[in-house]
């Protein structure tokens, strides 16, 4: 792979009079993704502004550019163009409008069949399987980094290389990264990463898109740690029924702990169930796909609360060392948990069978329940306080809505019609 400190990019003084910058698309951890028209033909495309702090920061962007700029497939973003100066690294990419593949299935009016689930498998193991003739091993396959060309296709691309790394022959690496609910049991264990590695998360991919359900997912990141370690999961639940043998058989041999075991992506596009073989032709049902769904726009929005908090904690500091005491005092006897998965028991079909709700549990309803609005309990309580901290992640929840955590125009095109299908204790809130 090419040394990141050769890749030479252009002044962003030129990104400036050559691009219109329009709607803004999404922020996240690391910058805004802007919508741009290119002034001398006209043509849409997005923009990705990073914020540069570190050195070590820029050279994994550059890493990132080296890796993407080398790239041409049907189902593989494509890259246009970078830019920089001393504060900011922008990647002009092209713009894709479909949105995310499991939002553009759970809605209402998408029959979702066997045969659509192996037409969306299919091109994502082709995007796979092109990466990794090319040594190209993405570290960070999950629902959100696949979507939809156009509103109204099913042609799938995938996005975001920011963890891609090049394989070289001689070079073996192990890494701690990527989301809990899709690493492989070797970075789990922090042992040596290979191709195969991307192929478990396709298989847990494959899982969600039948059923709705995160085969591992447990109550906390090291339950689910465990879970994957063990390679425990199952096809007990009732969404498996209608679901072909085949299905299952492709999915059984994607999640093995030993990644030489697995299929590789050009073995998957042979498979007896990509091929359509012996498939169910029933509608599936996308009830446990839209909560997934729900569960993980609010896991972002968590993360952004609490980063603003943590923001907000060194601002108090700043301010007096004795509001700081009152402030962590107050926090941290009335602060709610940290938006996560052990917050929300759907979605995991080993948590819904560890923890079957009964008319007196109040573990579940009550907790779920108390996620969204911070000011629950009887009145006198330490929640009826309502610290400042507290006060500004109710504010945030309004100001970080759903749509403005996700990189695609659909969500912010279609903001009003999702708000009616959420829940509306949740929007009250």
């Not at 690391?30 to 006209?42: A, M, R």
């Not at 299935?105 to 399987?129: K, P, Y």
């Not at 001689?170 to 290979?194: C, H, L, R, S, W």
Request: charged content about 30%; aromatic content about 6%; overall charge neutral.
């Amino acid at each position: 792979m090419m040394d990141p400190e050769s890749i030479e990019l252009q002044p962003v003084e030129k990104y400036n009079t050559s691009y219109l910058r329009k709607d803004e698309l999404g922020r996240g951890k690391f910058g805004v993704v802007f919508q741009i028209e290119d002034k001398s033909t006209g043509n849409i495309m997005a923009a990705k502004h990073i914020k540069i702090r570190k050195e070590e920061h820029k050279k994994r962007v550059k890493e990132e550019i080296g890796i993407l700029q080398n790239l041409s497939n049907p189902h593989v973003i494509k890259f246009v163009e970078a830019f920089e100066n001393n504060r900011e690294l922008i990647l002009v990419m092209e713009y894709l409008d479909g949105g995310e593949l499991f939002e553009r299935v759970a809605t209402e009016d998408f029959n979702l069949t066997e045969s659509d689930c192996c037409l969306f498998i299919r091109q994502l193991c082709r995007g796979v399987d092109y990466l990794h003739s090319k040594q190209i091993v993405h570290l960070d396959l999950k629902p959100e980094n696949v979507v939809c060309t156009h509103k109204d296709s099913n042609s799938l691309k995938i996005i975001d290389f920011g963890l891609a790394k090049k394989m070289l022959p001689e070079e073996k690496f192990k890494m701690m990264g990527g989301t809990p609910e899709f690493v492989a049991p070797e970075v789990v264990n922090y042992e040596f990463i290979d191709l195969s590695t991307d192929m478990w998360s396709v298989g847990v991919i494959c899982y969600i898109l039948l059923s709705g359900y995160s085969p591992f997912m447990g109550e906390t990141d090291s339950e689910t740690f465990s879970n994957i370690s063990s390679v425990t999961y199952d096809f007990d639940e009732p969404e498996f029924d209608d679901i072909s043998t085949n299905a299952k058989d492709f999915i059984r041999r994607l999640l093995l702990k030993n990644p030489k075991n697995r299929m590789t992506a050009k073995m998957c596009l042979d498979d007896p169930w990509l091929l359509e073989k012996d498939i169910g032709s029933n509608v599936l049902k996308t009830d446990n796909l839209r909560k997934f769904l729900a569960r993980r726009r609010w896991q972002r929005c968590g993360q952004a609360i609490r980063a603003m908090k943590r923001m907000s904690g060194l601002m108090l500091k700043r301010q007096s060392s004795l509001s700081l005491s009152r402030a962590g005092s107050n926090d941290s006897l009335c602060s709610t948990p940290p938006l996560s998965r052990s917050n929300s028991r759907e979605g995991s079909p080993l948590l819904e069978r560890k923890h079957k709700p009964e008319e007196n549990d109040v573990s579940s309803e009550s907790q779920d329940q108390g996620v969204p609005g911070m000011n629950q309990g009887a009145p006198g309580s330490c929640r009826d306080r309502a610290p400042r901290l507290n006060l500004l992640e109710s504010r945030l929840r309004e100001e970080l809505s759903l749509e403005t955590l996700v990189f695609r125009k659909q969500d912010i095109d279609e903001k009003n019609e999702i708000k009616k299908k959420e829940d509306p204790e949740k929007l009250r809130n």
